[in-house]
């Protein structure tokens, strides 16, 4: 059976708490909002009961920010793209920002099953004034478990409307990209974060929101697998490549809450579904 689920988010201002009205059909929905930071920011949950997709699977996510609001949305747990026939399975988010509207889109990884055929992709559409933080981390197979990605494909779209497009097919037969020095090298993870705004950032901010990426990044196991960028001045990127999840979560975890708490003044607390 192919499942086929939409979800839409709209989020807005109202009596200076930001609020979400959402509709959504087929198993993809959001828990409660939370607000452990006050009413200024609006976490939300992002739950698919199955757990998995398979080939012909789709996840159509659509995420506006209406001005002023601010979103965090992240998951309980990995996206998993399962082993299937030669249907793709997609997981598709469109995100719209209008001013002054902050978004931080923080799903755990996706992670790409031997055998999968998958399509992950994320396209931000940023209004003048509107700010961003956002990650894609994918884990290819699960290699600890004997079960290496050693079959099958997995598509990544990254772009922010106008400004930073990135696209990348990574083809487990690809002896060449899976193994070289000037590929991922043998690792199982490829991570990016990035920080983007509507606005160009002048140089002064530019350079402090690379300074502090690099200066966690110095200080972490991963530091010579990292790498800080700034592809245009309205974008940071932090890329990095690891044996294991877990070492890259924690090195853009740590970016992210530096950024939160230097860039943005806010607290640099994660939230609490990611310890459970």
């Keep these: 059976m192919e499942w086929q689920a939409r979800l839409k988010l709209d989020y807005c201002v109202e009596d ?23 009413d200024r920011v609006c976490h939300n949950i992002l739950v698919h009961p199955p757990s ?49 509207a902050c978004l931080e889109w923080l799903p755990l990884e996706a992670l790409a099953y031997n055998g999968c055929q998958a399509h992950n992709q994320a396209v931000f559409h940023l209004s003048a004034g509107s700010r961003l933080m956002a990650w894609d981390i994918t884990a290819l197979g699960l290699p600890h478990a004997g079960q290496p990605f050693v079959s ?38 490829q991570s990016t974060l990035v920080f983007a705004q509507g606005t160009p950032m002048d140089e002064v901010r530019r350079e402090h929101v690379i300074a502090i990426a690099r200066e ?15 592809p245009d001045a309205r974008v940071v990127l932090v890329r990095v490549l690891s044996p294991q999840v877990e070492s890259a979560m924690d090195l853009l975890r740590s970016i992210w809450l530096q950024w939160r708490h230097q860039c943005w003044q806010l607290p640099a607390v994660a939230p609490r579904i990611w310890a459970m």
């Design 16 to 38: 200076r708490r930001c609020v979400v009205r959402h509709e959504h059909h087929g198993p993809l929905h959001i828990l409660k909002s939370l607000y452990p930071e006050g």
């Design 52 to 100: 998995g997709l398979v080939g012909g699977d789709e996840l159509l996510i659509d995420i506006k920010l209406q001005t002023g609001a601010h979103s965090l949305v992240t998951t309980p747990g990995a996206t998993r793209f399962y082993g299937s026939d030669a249907k793709t399975a997609l997981q598709q988010l469109h995100a719209h920002l209008d001013e002054d």
């Design 152 to 189: 099958g494909q997995f598509q990544q779209h990254l772009e922010i409307a106008g400004v930073w497009l990135e696209r990348g097919l990574v083809a487990a037969a690809d002896h060449r990209l899976m193994h070289s020095p000037l590929g991922l090298n043998g690792h199982s993870c």
């Design 216 to 230: 966690v990044c110095e200080h972490h196991p991963l530091r010579l697998l990292a790498g800080v960028t700034s």
